[in-house]
């Protein structure tokens, strides 16, 4: 990777996040900013068209973090947040919007993780509507309170239960 050119200003965002049209998938979806999260800059993803159910909307090119790396390291940072399982204890980490799906109880999202294509298949589980934000279930478990779920158990140690996707999705080839 070359040195970034710090001597100019980066050029100015627009209102929200830019969306990247230039993906074929992620023409339906952009990243937009979200109040609900205890983060400084909380980021999500909304629908910018109607969605279909069953459409593939995002494929996340994933990092392999080997299972020796998450439990020495990875579990203690705040990447620990933004992993998915993979096999046999290994996670992975999806780039792209893969990221920066947040969680929902009720979710319009399905997940599946594809470990040996390290990729992470996002789909549509029901008919979404334009600007409706795009989440996931992350599980039971939350390590955050979830103003739309605030009965939900609230799980803030430092244990397996406090990674995105808390609960193991379908795990295929
Ligand atoms: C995978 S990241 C999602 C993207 C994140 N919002 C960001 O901007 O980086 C997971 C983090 O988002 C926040 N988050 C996700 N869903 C949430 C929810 N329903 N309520 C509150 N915070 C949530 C939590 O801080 C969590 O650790």
Redesign the pocket.
Same mark, same amino acid.
């Given at each position: 990777m070359s040195e970034r050119d710090t001597s100019s200003p980066p050029s100015q965002l627009p209102e929200g996040y830019q969306t990247d049209t230039s993906h074929p998938l992620r023409s339906s979806c952009k990243v937009v900013k979200?109040a609900?999260? &205890?983060?400084v800059?909380?980021?999500?993803v909304a629908a910018v068209t109607s969605i279909s159910r069953g459409t593939l909307i995002e494929v996340a090119e994933c990092i392999l973090v080997p299972r020796k790396d998450y439990e020495d390291h990875a579990r203690h940072t705040t990447f620990q947040?933004?992993l998915f399982h993979g096999q046999d204890g290994d996670m992975l980490m999806a780039l792209g919007l893969g990221?920066?799906? &947040?969680?929902?109880a009720q979710p319009n999202l399905d997940y599946r993780v594809h470990q040996p294509i390290l990729q992470v298949h996002f789909y549509a589980s029901r008919d979404i509507q334009k600007d409706e934000e795009l989440?996931i279930f992350?599980g039971g478990k939350l390590?955050?309170?979830?103003?739309?779920?605030p009965e939900t158990c609230l799980d803030l140690s430092d244990d397996e239960a406090s990674f995105?996707a808390g609960f193991s999705p379908e795990t295929s080839t």
């Open positions: 979200v609900y999260t &205890n983060e800059t909380g980021r999500g947040h933004y990221s920066l799906f &947040n969680h929902n989440c992350y390590w955050f309170s979830d103003p739309t779920q995105l």
